[in-house]
């Protein structure tokens, strides 16, 4: 059975990739994920405001705005929040490169152009295999129009793309009016793939102390079918490879992302949950549900449910949704 796949120009054994989070920052775990078979690993994203010298005099600022003001402080992460300073950043990539053989993939998050973006040739220098950029941007003014947000988000990602010549995806968010008129544009801008999605981790406000509680909850499979959508939709029409990332924690969820068109199956929470060996229990369970279900390759599943080849294309769009919220009756 051959379950290869190719995501980002980069020929892997097999679809599930750990994705961005804090295992790449202990080479230990590291190891540990190789070992248990990733196919690649996705560093944590090192941030625009790391990188750029006036933000730190801003977060300098906003330290000692912090200080005066006590329930403020929440919202600033200060410069010792980071895991990694740049330079670190750097040099874990070489130690991750000489301890695993698997590829690596970097991320840079970023939301402007500026400076910053030659870091990704630094980046391709340190020997990391491919670039993920994460475009993480919470929209709050509201004199800035949804045009100028993509537009920044295009021309960001030009950017990096012309700064490197290793693969550069981008790792989107679900919040636009025209998901698949702006990934088209970045793949006009020479993007390589596209990560969907990622997810806004939501603040939560403490009434007794008045503050703003950042708070990071795991995903669970609820969040899958959204991603499974967009990817039916996107690789009906784009030729960029596609990521799934969110909600997949066993192999009927990679089956289901590869069905819908993804190239790669990034997973998270469930092996932060799990531990690394559950990378092994889904890809022997990818394996044995291919063989029961008699498909002999990866190639062979990818984007059979896919907008265009799906058996009912009205149960992806607007059609079906109607005909859900017509039919509902309640339980009794
Ligand atoms: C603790 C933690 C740290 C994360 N750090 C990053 C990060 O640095 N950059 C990034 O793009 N995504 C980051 N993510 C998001 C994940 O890469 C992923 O998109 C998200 O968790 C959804 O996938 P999952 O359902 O498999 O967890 C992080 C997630 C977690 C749980």
Redesign the pocket.
């Given at each position: 059975m051959d379950l290869s796949t190719h995501y980002l120009g980069l020929r892997l054994p097999h679809p599930l990739v750990v994705?961005?989070?804090?295992m790449v920052d202990n080479l230990d775990t590291v190891r540990r994920l190789e070992d248990a078979g990733a196919a690649a690993i996705?560093?944590?994203?090192l941030f625009e405001e790391q990188l750029s010298i006036e933000h730190r005099a801003t977060v300098y600022h906003m330290e000692i705005y912090a200080d005066a003001y006590a329930e403020a402080r929440s919202y600033f992460p200060e410069a010792s929040d980071f895991a990694l300073c740049p330079c670190d950043y750097l040099n874990q990539i070489r130690r991750i490169k000489q301890a695993v053989a698997i590829p690596l993939i970097a991320?840079l998050?970023g939301v402007s152009c500026g400076g910053w973006i030659d870091y990704a040739r630094q980046i391709e220098q340190a020997g990391a295999d491919a670039l993920?950029l994460?475009v993480?941007y919470v929209a709050t003014d509201p004199i800035e129009s949804s045009a100028e947000v993509e537009d920044r988000v295009v021309d960001t990602a030009r950017q990096v793309k012309q700064s490197v010549n290793i693969p550069v995806a981008v790792?989107l968010s679900q919040f636009y009016s025209s998901i698949p008129n702006l990934c088209s544009r970045l793949e006009e801008a020479g993007v390589d793939g596209l990560?969907l999605?990622?997810?806004f981790y939501q603040p939560d406000i403490d009434i007794d102390s008045l503050q703003v509680v950042p708070k990071?909850q795991?995903?669970d499979a609820s969040?899958l079918p959204l991603r499974l959508r967009w990817l039916a939709i996107l690789s009906s029409c784009l030729r960029v490879s596609l990521a799934v990332?969110?909600?997949?924690?066993v192999a009927v969820d990679a089956v289901k992302s590869i069905m819908c068109g993804a190239e790669a199956v990034?997973?998270?929470?469930?092996?932060?949950r799990n531990g690394p060996r559950h990378l092994t229990t889904v890809l022997t369970d990818l394996r044995q549900w291919m063989d029961e279900h008699e498909y002999s390759s990866i190639r062979q599943m990818k984007g059979s449910m896919n907008l265009l080849r799906c058996p009912d294309r009205g149960a992806i769009e607007r059609a079906n949704y109607m005909h859900l919220l017509q039919t509902w009756r309640e339980p009794v």
């Open positions: 994705g961005a989070s804090p996705v560093m944590h994203s991320s998050n993920e994460n993480y790792k990560v999605f990622n997810r990071i795991l995903s969040e990332s969110g909600g997949v924690h990034q997973m998270v929470s469930a092996i932060l």
